[in-house]
């Protein structure tokens, strides 16, 4: 009985210590770099968001370093495995593409297998085509998409599912078209959908109306229609959807989730350097140069607004077929 009584005492204080260390490393977090996933590669709109906030961040003198790393693959399934083998040191970008590609049955992750951090900022999605095209504007589009589905290629990023996908797939049923009939081309980021459509691989893109600005600005693609509820300032001649008969109004938010069952020092700790971060005037000012508005939201409120989301999300791809009733 003696020995059976030490050996629990001595279990007891080996995990009594365990508890010590961690709770003291909770208590000096951040130890070690802090380190930003992005899940697609350079270019897209991640990896801005990415390295815009590590820049920030960085500036305004948080204790430990910011890096990015890159982990394109699965249109973000790569990064978000990734995050689930880290610490609380680690954060990744994420959008909707989290929870339609856990509606689709696309992907096992989804939005609770994460701890929510933050919604960062959201942006108009738009469609382009080359400045040759034949494809005059959205209507001829559409009309032309109506007659036969198949007739133009349409390249979205980083997976069907995702921001880019669903935006088209809104205008379309708007439209009278069934989404299930496109021809959809998949690649890993904004910026590849791009180097597609300049090299006449696709005829259609989607993407962020800021992942346009340069080819747009150089005369050599042409923006069709914008997902916001009205013109915006940068780009005064694109009209919107709604002003081209089609009812779409669709934001595309960005976020940052960290890795299952972070405490809430940890939390708290991205909290207050995130908080003060959107506070800056240089983070104002990466919003107006990507043409990306404020949308900052903590923790608690990334966790609600994700759950408003996720049924959103649901209807939508339920309502196209995508989904299963």
């Not at 996933?37 to 948080?62: E, F, K």
């Not at 900052?296 to 990334?302: G, R």
């Amino acid at each position: 009985m003696f020995y059976r009584l030490i050996g629990l005492l001595t279990i007891f204080l080996v995990i009594a210590g365990c508890q010590a260390e961690e709770n003291e490393a909770s208590s000096n977090f951040p130890s070690k770099t802090l380190e930003l996933i992005a899940p697609a590669t350079p270019g897209g709109g991640w990896d801005r968001t990415a390295r815009s906030v590590q820049r920030t961040l960085n500036n305004q003198g948080v204790e430990q370093n910011v890096t990015v790393v890159n982990k394109p693959g699965g249109g973000g399934e790569v990064g978000w495995q990734y995050l689930l083998q880290q610490d609380s040191h680690y954060l990744a970008l994420n959008s909707s593409l989290l929870m339609t590609g856990y509606l689709l049955g696309q992907s096992e992750l989804s939005y609770e297998s994460f701890t929510p951090i933050s919604i960062l900022s959201t942006e108009w999605l738009a469609v382009n085509v080359r400045a040759d095209s034949e494809v005059e504007d959205a209507e001829d589009m559409m009309q032309q998409l109506k007659e036969d589905p198949k007739s133009l290629k349409i390249g979205v990023s980083p997976s069907l599912g995702s921001g880019n996908h669903l935006s088209f797939v809104q205008a379309a049923m708007e439209y009278g078209i069934d989404p299930k009939d496109l021809d959809f081309l998949v690649y890993n980021s904004g910026g590849d959908t791009m180097i597609a459509m300049l090299g006449g691989h696709i005829d259609i893109g989607v993407d962020s109306i800021s992942g346009m600005r340069e080819q747009y600005l150089a005369d050599e693609v042409r923006i069709l229609a914008i997902t916001s509820d009205e013109r915006v300032d940068e780009f005064p001649d694109v009209p919107t959807w709604t002003e081209q008969g089609v009812d779409v109004v669709f934001p595309h938010w960005r976020g940052l989730m960290g890795p299952p069952n972070m405490n809430e020092n940890e939390i708290d700790s991205w909290d207050q350097m995130l908080t003060e971060m959107v506070e800056t005037e240089e983070w104002d000012n990466i919003l107006d140069t990507n043409g990306w508005e404020g949308f900052y939201m903590n923790s608690e409120e990334t966790k609600a607004f994700l759950d408003e989301q996720h049924e959103v999300f649901g209807d939508i791809l339920r309502s196209s077929g995508l989904a299963p009733e």
